[in-house]
T-cell receptor, first 115, second 112 residues
């Protein structure tokens, strides 16, 4: 069974640009969540989607947004990029929403460098 | 506010030694997951514990969830160089949110 797939794996953007990252969850998984990982802050929750609805959002500015499609695939977008947005962006999927006894699997991540 | 305190942050040991990593919180978690992450890759799930007092074993790794579901530990017996990596604990909160709270991670180096 294929795991969580994220594209692109690596990208470099310039300050002020915008970026879209894509995530395909494990087949049959309906919940997709996004995390940002940096050396200083560790893993920080961005948002979670279930059945095309955003269920929860972390403490990130409005420049960070996302969406989920009817096939459960998800995209996240960051507009007006800043140097501090350089990070590993991780997508995770699970069968259902919520975390009680719900195993969450991560993709390999998209490395974003803002210059 | 860091809800999940993980310790130690760094650990360098000799092959064959034992070690324990701890995750502690004042919050109650509905579940707790342990991940291992290699440089440049995403976290790989090792185990999920959901019941207070639960103990799970995965070869040389033993995971325990505290009775009150506020803490957890990972014990590695006879560590090997292949165990080197970043170990992360992550707790699912008991409230209505749908997110994992991650510890800061333990970077383990096992020297041959």
């Amino acid at each position: 069974k294929a795991g969580v797939t994220q594209t692109p794996r690596y990208l470099i953007k310039t300050r002020g640009q915008q970026v879209t990252l894509s995530c395909s969850p494990i087949s049959g998984h309906r919940s997709v969540s996004w995390y940002q990982q940096t050396p200083g802050q560790g893993l920080q929750f961005l948002f979670e989607y279930f059945s095309e609805t955003q269920r929860n959002k972390g403490n990130f500015p409005g420049r960070f947004s996302g969406r989920q499609f009817s096939n459960s695939r998800s995209e996240m977008n960051v507009s007006t990029l800043e140097l501090g947005d350089s990070a590993l962006y991780l997508c995770a999927s699970s069968l259902a929403a919520g975390t009680a006894g719900n195993t969450i699997y991560f993709g390999e991540g998209s490395w974003l460098t803002v210059v | 506010t860091q809800l999940l305190e993980q310790s130690p942050q760094f650990l360098s040991i000799q092959e064959g030694e034992n070690l324990t990593v701890y995750c502690n919180s004042s919050s109650v978690f509905s579940s707790l997951q342990w991940y291992r992450q290699e440089p440049g890759e995403g976290p790989v799930l090792l185990v999920t514990v959901v019941t207070g007092g639960e103990v799970k074993k995965l070869k040389r790794l033993t995971f325990q969830f505290g009775d009150a579901r506020k803490d957890s530990s990972l014990h590695i017996t006879a560590a090997q160089p292949g165990d080197t990596g970043l170990y992360l604990c992550a707790g699912g909160l008991m409230d209505s949110s749908y997110k994992l709270i991650f510890g800061s991670g333990t970077r383990l180096l096992v020297r041959p």
